[in-house]
């Protein structure tokens, strides 16, 4: 796996990049950059306004999500129309001004569908944000200057640490319970499989904490309930949103996820103070799947997950697991989140424009219309709206970053 997505011509590494062959919540709408700017600003605020501020995305692709960020931070005007934003709750984050920002509407209390260019970000912002994105690919040719590019962590950020479906594509190592015990699942370059050797003692010790059989057979486990993924809403490409692998009711596979827990324990020590988030598609541990999650991606379909560099090989990320990783490295409590919990608490929801729009501004009415129809996309529980975000502060709490989010105890 580290080899196909990885390796001299590895699928992250050569080609157009991800976002040819899949749609995240990046690539989705330009809600989420909008978002992720209020989420900035209250972290500059919880940091005292810090002479340089960071923000650090790891797994970037080709900088999809800090182009945008890029667009915001700088005050560029936005477009109009409505965006499906919703007026923050009392103690939320202040009202985004950004590609995706509105204005109150007189008429309904909600923001206006109707033209409104926002007002650019405080100029304070503008002047000392620091873009930098993480990705063993290439520079890409068209990058503006303003984002830096490496192929590994910096260390000593003050600021925000961003991985967006990164720990999906963290290599690990699949097993199999067999009547012996858990025995790795190898897998070749065209895919087939075979049984190996007993797992390590380190590897049967994160299985028997984070992915618990209740029977020798692995009967009891939970389904997950994973079916194909559906087509992304206006796009030709799939959301990686499930995993699209049948569920046999007694065989049972796990993903061990140490080297997922390790990396994200490793990005969150790179944080001097700020926050970590990850975004992902993921599972606790009383609802693990009964037969893993292992799939792949290529040109717009899921396909059989085929390590051979041709396509993505992922899987879902245990997230109780790596944010209890995390939360050692920090020492602070985290939050767990739905995405669809999350965009809301930012301001966004998807809510349809008022009918009385399309009599007064049909234009504007369609625009508010596609707008609400991008902000449902991310939303949806049955898709991208189920991905989970976990907020990791250093040095700072959940309550001064996320008013209204309640930090979560570390489970097991």
């Known amino acids: 796996m580290e080899r196909a997505l990885y390796g001299p011509g590895g699928f992250f590494v050569s080609g157009a990049g991800p976002a040819a062959h899949f749609r995240t919540s990046v690539h989705a709408s330009p809600v989420l950059s909008s978002c992720l700017l209020g989420l900035l600003n209250s972290l500059d605020r919880a940091l005292g306004h810090p002479p340089r501020l960071d923000v650090v995305d790891v797994g970037a692709g080709r900088a999809e999500l800090l182009r945008a960020l890029l667009v915001g931070v700088s005050g560029e005007p936005a477009h109009s129309g409505r965006s499906g934003l919703i007026p923050p709750r009392a103690g939320s984050p202040e009202t985004l001004t950004t590609t995706a920002a509105v204005r109150p509407s007189p008429a309904s209390g909600l923001r206006s569908a109707g033209p409104s260019p926002a007002a650019p970000l405080p100029l304070p912002l503008a002047g000392r944000v620091r873009l930098t994105a993480v990705e063993k690919a290439p520079r890409p040719e068209d990058l503006p200057a303003e ?9 000593g950020i003050t600021g925000l640490l961003l991985a967006t479906e990164w720990l999906d594509n963290v290599p690990l190592d699949l097993a199999l319970h067999t009547p012996e015990g858990w025995r790795y699942l190898l897998v070749d370059p065209t895919g087939e499989e075979s049984v190996g050797d007993l797992v390590t003692a380190a590897d049967t010790d994160w299985l028997d904490r984070w992915w618990p059989l209740t029977g020798s057979d692995g009967a009891g ?11 992304a809403e206006g796009s030709s490409l799939t959301a990686r949103s499930r ?21 994200w324990a490793d990005a969150v020590q790179r944080i001097e103070k700020g926050c970590a988030l990850a975004v992902d598609y993921g599972h606790l541990r009383d609802g693990r799947p009964v037969d893993g999650t292992l799939t792949g991606y290529r040109g717009g379909r899921q396909v059989p997950p085929v390590p051979d560099g ?20 920090a020492g602070c409590a985290y939050t767990l989140v739905t995405q669809r919990e999350g965009l809301r608490a930012l301001g966004a929801d998807g809510g349809r424009p008022p009918l009385s729009l399309a009599a007064q501004d049909p234009a504007g009415y369609v625009r508010a219309l596609a707008a609400a129809s991008a902000v449902a996309e991310l ?8 991905h ?15 008013p209204g989010w309640d930090p979560c105890a570390c489970p097991g």
């Open 147 to 155: 984002i830096d590019w490496l192929d590994e962590i910096p260390d």
């Open 221 to 231: 486990l939970t389904g997950s309930g994973f079916q194909a993924a559906r087509p």
């Open 243 to 263: 995993s699209g692998r049948p569920e046999p009711p007694t065989a049972s596979r796990a993903e061990i996820g140490r080297t997922r827990d390790k990396a």
């Open 310 to 329: 041709s396509g993505d090989v992922t899987a879902h990320v245990a997230m109780d697991s790596v944010a209890s990783a995390g939360e050692r490295v």
């Open 379 to 386: 939303t949806d529980p049955a898709g991208l709206g189920g």
């Open 388 to 402: 989970w975000w976990l907020l990791q502060p250093v040095g700072v709490s959940v309550a001064q970053v996320m």
